[in-house]
């Protein structure tokens, strides 16, 4: 059973805290046991391995109660541990953020609950999944996570800012005289109120609204009466996925400037044999080494210090996501670029499933798997397009699609989209037949003292290599499409 998400919630321990640093520390999923997830089948367990940590754990978001708009903090660390996944969240300086760190402090929300993505069942254990975000909630659905310390910084600060307040207000209070108005007296002639009324109707209105001066919305430039809606940050459509990458299998860790394997010639051979004495046809196998080259990505900012001593730390951090989401989109493109440069070029196919189809016989007939599929814009809509009556037996009945990140999963086919593509382009592949490589985050941070501020540093490393050519076949279709 697949599911596109799954919300798996789990029962807190005793807490404790202190007010040091504002920061949640926890197992957020026990490994063997049983729970009941918001869908799918009850009791179901989660066992090492079978959730995908994100590299980037700043991806990872903390909100209350599964509600998006409640963000209240993200993720500085994530790891798998003998008996669950463990995590740290740092904490937003604000009303919620505060409101949070008391409630945990004081045993109010002590459960945690982790939401995952492209979620592979088998009866009631998780087969495979992705940690997508984490949410506090009030109660679980079961027993195992522990939030380990909770730390946060005092708020008396707001107890004394409503203290000086008062204090401030009485002393106002007591300082002003307000002006006696003026006693009122009757006027010496009487005025006829149906006249009046008779030539404000007519154009003479001004005798009885001159009066009256009005206040408006212009007048109240300091926002005492009529508020601004703050909206906080707007949405902006950003990929920052790689589904290219992680279809050929998660980026794997490079640990130096330069990535080498070997590869053997498979050139052994046999032949009829007479017998007796004939000679015996001989042959023999060669190897050869095979190596990349890293490259680098870096990007570099500079920050006032009043962003930092006046606003908030988080600033920093959002700098460098900019740079990781970046990073992410063009590293995308490099291994879109390096696989369909090295791979087998094929032309004079008519449909995607034509592609496909001829794809899947040729890997297999050279004892390979298609097990990923690449399509551009064009050929992705026509697939989609098709009826029950078209798609074939591998499609029918078996797809689920996941239409935020344009793929969907066939017979075990992972089959992703991607916009850079020319129209009209297929490839099919077996995973194993490419790599990418990637280094840790390596970010700097110096002070700009002259200039009072700090500046900001991000650089990653990262390689690709395609170890069987002949196991990437790219189609450019032909007319048809």
Do not use: C
Request: proline share 3%; aromatic share 6%.
């Amino acid at each position: 059973m697949e599911n596109t998400n799954l919300e798996l919630t789990i029962t807190g321990q005793t807490l404790e805290a202190n007010l040091e640093e504002r920061r949640i520390t926890g197992r957020i999923i026990p490994f063997g046991v049983p729970g009941y997830p918001s869908v799918g089948p009850q009791g179901i367990i989660a066992e090492a391995g079978s959730i995908t940590l994100p590299e980037d754990a700043s991806s990872v978001f903390l909100n209350l109660n599964h509600t998006a708009n409640d963000v209240v903090g993200k993720a500085t660390n994530l790891e798998e541990r003998e008996d669950g996944i463990y995590a740290s969240f740092r904490v937003s300086k604000t009303t919620k953020g505060n409101d949070l760190l008391e409630e945990v402090k004081d045993g109010l929300r002590a459960d945690l609950s982790v939401e995952l993505s492209e979620v592979t069942t088998k009866g009631t254990a998780i087969v495979a999944s992705v940690l997508s975000g984490v949410a506090s909630v009030v109660k679980g659905a079961f027993k195992g996570a522990t939030v380990t310390e909770v730390a946060a910084e005092a708020t008396d600060t707001n107890t004394n800012e409503k203290e000086s307040s008062m204090d401030e207000n009485l002393e106002i209070n007591a300082e002003v005289t307000p002006e006696v108005a003026p006693s009122i007296k009757a006027a010496n002639e009487k005025q006829d109120l149906a006249k009046l009324t008779f030539a404000a109707a007519h154009g003479g209105g001004s005798a009885v609204q001159a009066a009256i001066t009005s206040t408006g919305v212009a007048d109240d430039a300091g926002e005492v009466y009529v508020k601004e809606q703050k909206l906080g940050e707007l949405f902006e459509a950003r990929k920052v996925s790689r589904p290219i990458v992680n279809a050929f299998g998660p980026a794997r860790p490079l640990t130096s400037l330069v990535i080498s394997g070997t590869k053997k010639n498979r050139t052994i051979t046999v032949a009829p044999w007479a017998g007796g004495r004939a000679e015996i046809a001989s042959s023999k196998f060669s190897t050869e080494s095979q190596t990349e080259q890293a490259a680098y990505l870096a990007g570099a900012g500079g920050l006032d210090i009043e962003l930092i001593e006046f606003g908030s730390e988080d600033v920093v951090s959002e700098v460098y996501e900019e740079m990781i989401d970046d990073y992410h989109r063009k590293t995308e493109t490099v291994f879109l670029t390096k696989l369909t440069a090295e791979a087998t070029a094929v032309s004079g196919t008519a449909t995607v499933i034509e592609a496909v189809n001829d794809g899947m016989r040729k890997l297999s007939g050279q004892g390979a798997k298609g097990d990923v599929v690449v399509l551009d814009d064009t050929s992705y809509a026509e697939l989609l397009e098709l009826t029950s009556s078209e798609v074939p037996w591998w499609f029918e009945n078996q797809a689920t699609v996941n239409l935020q990140d344009g793929s969907f999963t066939a017979s075990g086919i992972k089959i992703v989209t991607n916009s850079d593509l020319a129209a009209g382009t297929v490839i099919v592949a077996d995973s194993r037949a490419a790599k990418f490589y990637e280094s840790k985050n390596i970010t700097l941070r110096s002070i700009d003292a002259l200039h009072g501020g700090i500046d900001l540093a991000f650089i990653k490393a990262h390689a690709a290599m395609v170890t069987d050519p002949a196991s990437v076949r790219v189609y450019t279709l032909g007319t048809g499409v």
